[in-house]
């Protein structure tokens, strides 16, 4: 990497900021962050400790630095994302913005983002140790746009006492994740299982298998799972994969006709999704690293191991592969305010990312590191789930694509699957119609398979 790190930052903001007292600055720093609640408010917080570092730091060199951090956080991504554009059409846009790495791309071309890379060091410490796919997954066109803020993976869950009421023993439960790993247990192998749970009457009518209420990145893995790419690896451009599609809407209306999920589930409320898991009515579902930390702390799920089995998500046929998304957070920095302004802020979050920073965010709020150091501090390694997750999921995990195009590509997949769960159209016809919606909407920019 371009060692502009040290010149960007240290030269530009820290020394021209710091280097005596008459040139010394006061900084306000603001930073947003969406999809954030109260388990993972180390996400703006941890911008916070890094000022407070870099004022302390700046004292012993007999240097006059202080930075004011005006914090933000959104439950609610549209209102988050909103907020942002609104904010850059204004010129009030926040310093640093804690988003979804799917927003560089299109937030990079409408002129909203510096690239990072023009103010850190990613070959010195902290940067040089976190996980290369995540530094990937923050790039865009070349750059490196932004820091991933954390990592999570979104596993497939079976509940332990309904398998044994099924006959499974305690080790035939313990092999399961093998099984799903190696492909040998697919999604339908599932459907079976969760069908003869109902018809056993261990697992309510319609409760056999609960997947995630609304529309988001679950649902590629499922793509994924009948063999879907996303993009071609030899021209980066997206890719529309007809019979992974098919098979994947034809396996929710299987699900549907079987009995196990609802016609009309899809539009459900999460608090309703998550009493539900939490109370023992799933006998499958899928669900984010970070959804154990609610069920425990807010729903009251006990002996989460004794109870619940996880796992990448099956593959769907010898087509698919087992496979888990992850959607890194990512600390991004705006165009708003000055250059120094720019290579403080960037400063932030480079001490933010230090793993012992990072892992109060990942063990309170049920995400995983971002490098691999953090995985060694104690504090991490000592959490089961955060240790476990980390094993068994991360190094199977992908992302979505960074294209700024693939909103058209998301919305279009996800409403033909609406339609064919829903049964107002066929599984044929709604493949057709995304198929149609992309074609018109990206032309020569994805390809048919």
């Known amino acids: 990497m371009n060692i502009k790190a040290f010149i960007g ?208 990145a679950d649902y590629w893995q499922f793509y994924q799972s009948f063999g879907g790419e996303m993009v071609d690896p030899e021209t980066g451009k997206l890719v529309f994969d007809k019979q992974a599609i098919t098979d994947m809407y034809q396996f929710f209306v299987d699900a549907v006709e079987m009995g196990v999920t609802p016609k009309t589930y899809l539009g459900g409320e999460w608090d309703t999704f998550h009493t539900n898991v939490a109370t023992g009515k799933y006998g499958a579902w899928h669900g984010g690293t970070w959804h154990k930390l609610q069920w425990e702390n807010q729903y009251g799920l006990e002996d989460f191991f004794d109870n619940v089995s996880f796992s990448l998500i099956p593959a769907g046929n010898e087509n698919g592969r087992p496979n888990t998304i992850t959607h890194p957070l990512v600390y991004l920095i705006s165009t708003q305010g000055t250059d120094d302004d720019a290579a403080i802020s960037a400063e932030l979050v480079a001490v933010a990312s230090e793993p012992r920073i990072n892992a109060l965010h990942a063990v309170q709020s049920g995400h995983l590191a971002i490098g691999e150091a953090e995985t060694t501090i104690p504090f991490y390694a000592n959490d089961r789930w955060a240790s476990e997750a980390t094993e068994k999921l991360l190094p199977y995990a992908n992302s979505i694509p960074n294209n700024a195009d693939f909103g058209i590509y998301w919305e279009a997949m996800f409403k033909g699957l609406e339609s064919a769960w829903a049964g107002t159209t066929s599984v044929e016809d709604a493949v057709n119609q995304a198929q149609a919606t992309v074609e018109n909407g990206l032309g020569d920019q994805i390809i048919i398979r």
């Not at 570092?53 to 914090?71: F, S």
């Not at 640093?96 to 890379?117: F, M």
């Not at 865009?140 to 079976?158: L, N």
């Not at 009457?201 to 298998?209: K, L, M, Q, R």
Request: proline share 5%.
């Open 9 to 216: 930052t240290a030269a530009i903001a820290i020394a021209a900021a710091t280097s005596g007292a008459a040139h010394a600055e006061d900084y306000t720093i603001t930073v947003w962050s969406g999809g954030t609640d109260d388990n993972s408010l180390y996400r703006v917080d941890a911008i916070e400790m890094a000022a407070d570092y870099l004022e302390r730091q700046a004292a012993i060199r007999g240097d006059d630095l202080n930075i004011t951090v005006e914090k933000q956080v959104w439950s609610s991504w549209d209102d988050f994302k909103q907020a942002v554009t609104l904010a850059a059409e204004s010129g009030t846009a926040p310093n640093i913005i804690v988003t979804g790495h799917e927003d560089i791309g299109p937030w990079s071309q409408a002129g909203i983002l510096r690239p990072i890379e023009d103010y850190v060091d990613f070959d010195a410490w902290p940067l040089n140790q976190l996980y290369d796919n995540l530094i990937e997954v923050s790039s865009y066109d070349g750059m490196i746009w932004g820091i991933p803020q954390d990592a999570e993976a979104r596993p497939f869950f079976m509940s332990k006492p309904d398998l044994k009421a099924i006959g499974y023993s305690d080790a035939d439960i313990d092999a399961l994740p093998g099984k799903i790993e190696s492909g040998e247990y697919t999604l339908y192998d599932m459907l079976d299982d969760v069908k003869k749970m109902q018809d056993e009457g261990v697992v309510e009518p319609g409760y056999g298998f609960g997947p995630r209420v609304n529309n988001g």
